[in-house]
């Protein structure tokens, strides 16, 4: 099990890196040929993001940990869709992604809910 810090860290990390992707331009990223791969792409990064954040309020033992997690990654989202309209020439926002990236949040927390419940039922 990852110690706190090094959590922090990784989170910290995929969330500047998570910024930087979706702010420069995205023509090297690969292209499997589906209609909404871009959307797929923005669930996957968001809902990991929700994990990641979560993990890391859970090790700091921060009361509601699933809650807090959801509502800042779906902040974080809109935030960086906002940003891409505003400096960026290469990026537009866009509703779609911002849905994108808050189905990936949703189900992210579903997963964490669900585990959570389990986790409960066990013991």
């Given at each position: ?44 990064a968001y809902g990991l993001l929700n994990v990641l954040w979560y993990k890391v309020l859970v090790n700091l033992k921060i009361n509601n940990p699933i809650l807090i997690a ?54």
């Open positions: 099990m990852l110690d706190n810090k090094k959590l922090l860290v990784i989170a910290t990390i995929y969330t500047i890196t998570l910024a930087v992707l979706s702010l420069v331009s995205n023509d090297s990223i690969p292209y499997f040929g589906t209609n909404y791969e871009d959307k797929i792409y923005h669930l996957l959801f509502t800042v990654s779906i902040i974080y989202g809109i935030i960086i869709e906002v940003l891409q309209g505003q400096f960026t020439l290469a990026r537009d926002p866009s509703v779609l992604d911002i849905i994108a990236n808050s189905i990936g949040v949703t189900i992210g927390s579903l997963f964490l809910v669900i585990k959570s419940k389990t986790i409960d039922k066990k013991i």
